[in-house]
């Protein structure tokens, strides 16, 4: 049976696309008959002279992704001294990104593996802005970095998918006269809640026009003025209950409000 080759990968970083660069290479040459050995997190000569030891003693080759310039100057001179095939497989792009757009690279490992890590942050902050929406569950208070409440139409949905855009775990709860709020309301600090309040007459125009899409009467209960009134007073007694801070979101587009949000916030955690 063939021996298999010894592909050495070096990173500074997890080495993970490394590994993907040199088993696609590796399909072209029958993959089976090549073995990747990764060597991840590497950030001093003594790693380095490591690999070039074993590459040197079984004749392999080196692939590496290292950013910092000491290192890979290092790795570049040992290779060349010891006779090893090592391929650089940033540098070229790099290169060609620092020409074409007139601008230096970071020379920071691991900035892939934290935007990857920032996506997934955002899409289960998303996850659970979906799950805890409109207190569909209480539970969910209890875990958001942000609660919102306020009476209907008041855009905590929207603000709540914005701000989970941002990374931020919101949970958003109405206030309705006929409910009681959740109790988990009141066993949070302050600190994790906004309350949004709005003038009675632009929630009344609001309110109308959100019957009208739904094809219904304007002159319904929940257009009333009166009934606008009871919700406020309503919600209003709740948020000084709570003690939480209020943001009025009257003719404020959702991201001047988040942007509202995130500085009160900002300001209450630094107290």
Same mark, same amino acid.
């Given at each position: 049976?063939?021996?298999?080759?010894?592909?050495?990968?070096?990173?500074?970083?997890?080495?993970?696309?490394?590994?993907?660069?040199?088993?696609?290479?590796?399909?072209?040459?029958?993959?089976?008959?090549?073995e990747i050995r990764r060597n991840s997190y590497v950030d001093d000569i003594e790693?380095?002279?490591?690999?070039i030891l074993l590459a040197k003693r079984g004749n392999s080759l080196i692939a590496?992704? =290292?950013?910092?310039?000491? *290192?890979? +100057?290092?790795?570049?001179? %040992?290779?060349?001294?010891? @006779?090893? #095939?090592?391929?650089?497989?940033?540098?070229?792009?790099?290169?060609?990104?620092?020409?074409?757009?007139?601008?230096?690279?970071?020379?920071?490992?691991?900035?892939?593996?934290?935007?990857?890590?920032?996506?997934?942050?955002?899409?289960?902050?998303?996850?659970?802005?979906?799950?805890?929406?409109?207190?569909?569950?209480?539970?969910?208070?209890?875990?958001?970095?942000?609660?919102?409440?306020?009476?209907?139409?008041?855009?905590?949905?929207?603000?709540?998918?914005?701000?989970?855009?941002?990374?931020?775990?919101?949970?958003?709860?109405?206030?309705?006269?006929?409910?009681?709020?959740?109790?988990?309301?009141?066993?949070?600090?302050?600190?994790?809640?906004?309350?949004?309040? =709005?003038?009675?007459?632009? *929630?009344? +125009?609001?309110?109308?026009? %959100?019957?009208?899409?739904? @094809?219904? #009467?304007?002159?319904?209960?929940?257009?009333?003025?009166?009934?606008?009134?009871?919700?406020?007073?309503?919600?209003?007694?709740?948020?000084?209950?709570?003690?939480?801070?209020?943001?009025?979101?009257?003719?404020?587009?959702?991201?001047?409000?988040?942007?509202?949000?995130?500085?009160?916030?900002?300001?209450?955690?630094?107290?």
């Open positions: 049976m063939k021996q298999k080759q010894v592909v050495y990968v070096i990173s500074d970083s997890v080495g993970e696309t490394a590994e993907l660069v040199v088993k696609a290479v590796a399909t072209q040459f029958n993959g089976g008959h090549v790693d380095i002279e490591d690999v590496y992704t =290292i950013v910092i310039p000491a *290192l890979k +100057e290092y790795l570049d001179k %040992r290779a060349g001294e010891e @006779g090893i #095939a090592a391929v650089d497989l940033l540098s070229p792009l790099m290169s060609a990104f620092t020409d074409k757009f007139n601008q230096e690279p970071h020379h920071q490992p691991g900035l892939m593996r934290k935007l990857d890590e920032e996506y997934f942050r955002k899409i289960e902050a998303i996850e659970f802005a979906v799950k805890y929406d409109d207190g569909r569950d209480p539970r969910g208070i209890l875990k958001a970095d942000i609660v919102l409440i306020g009476v209907s139409r008041t855009s905590k949905t929207p603000l709540s998918m914005y701000l989970a855009h941002k990374r931020f775990k919101v949970a958003n709860v109405p206030l309705v006269p006929e409910v009681p709020p959740p109790d988990e309301l009141f066993q949070i600090p302050r600190k994790n809640c906004i309350g949004l309040i =709005i003038s009675p007459d632009k *929630l009344n +125009e609001i309110r109308k026009e %959100r019957l009208k899409a739904l @094809g219904l #009467a304007s002159q319904a209960n929940y257009a009333s003025f009166q009934r606008i009134l009871d919700e406020l007073d309503y919600a209003e007694k709740i948020m000084k209950r709570v003690g939480c801070p209020v943001i009025n979101v009257s003719n404020k587009a959702v991201e001047e409000t988040a942007g509202l949000i995130l500085d009160v916030l900002k300001k209450e955690r630094s107290l």
